[in-house]
């Protein structure tokens, strides 16, 4: 179920309803998508198995725990091995302060958003980063404000042919 063609309408309202609140009743959710709830809670697992929803998780407002500093880093390697890559990301992804991880195209190798207390514990983060890789480039941009945060996909329709 990986093309999106095979995701129909009625799958299409199940992951975005389960988006909106993946603590919605079984009864709810069967009721706003349109079936009665056996068939819908197969089309659920369905959707599961497949890896469409990979999992369902609680959004905790960093700042109310303590996590007030949001850091985009940019990294320039000037190593591009297979070998290295994997243990760069194998390492950093084992970084609770790294939230998300992307390798990139571009003038940027790598791409992390870090999620820290404050200054000190990036520095901390920074320091330890530094000693594990020998990286070209480090670039840390500071998050003001954040003014949009979703983890919700706008499902595509399906193309037509």
């Known amino acids: 179920m990986s093309a999106r063609a095979s995701l129909d309408a009625i799958d299409r309202k199940i992951l975005t309803a389960l988006q ?12 706003k998508v349109g079936l009665s709830q056996t068939p819908c ?10 890896g469409v929803i ?25 190593e591009h ?8 990301a194998s390492t950093v992804s084992a970084m609770p302060e790294v939230i998300e991880l992307y390798r990139m195209a571009g003038d940027v190798d790598y791409m992390l958003r870090v999620v820290v207390e ?10 330890r980063l530094i000693d594990l890789f020998p990286l070209k480039n480090v670039t840390s941009r500071f998050a003001m404000e954040r003014i949009k945060l979703t983890t919700a996909y706008r499902i595509p329709e399906p193309q037509i042919d």
Request: no cysteine.
């Open 20 to 31: 909106k609140d993946a603590t919605i009743s079984l009864a709810e959710l069967a009721d």
């Open 54 to 78: 990979l999992r369902r998780v609680a959004l905790i407002a960093p700042e109310k725990v303590g996590l007030g500093l949001s850091v985009f880093v940019q990294i320039e390697t000037g």
């Open 81 to 88: 091995s297979s070998a290295w890559l994997n243990r760069f």
């Open 118 to 127: 404050d200054m000190a514990a990036y520095d901390g983060f920074y320091k």
């Open 41 to 50: 809670w197969k089309r659920v697992q369905k959707l599961e198995a497949s």
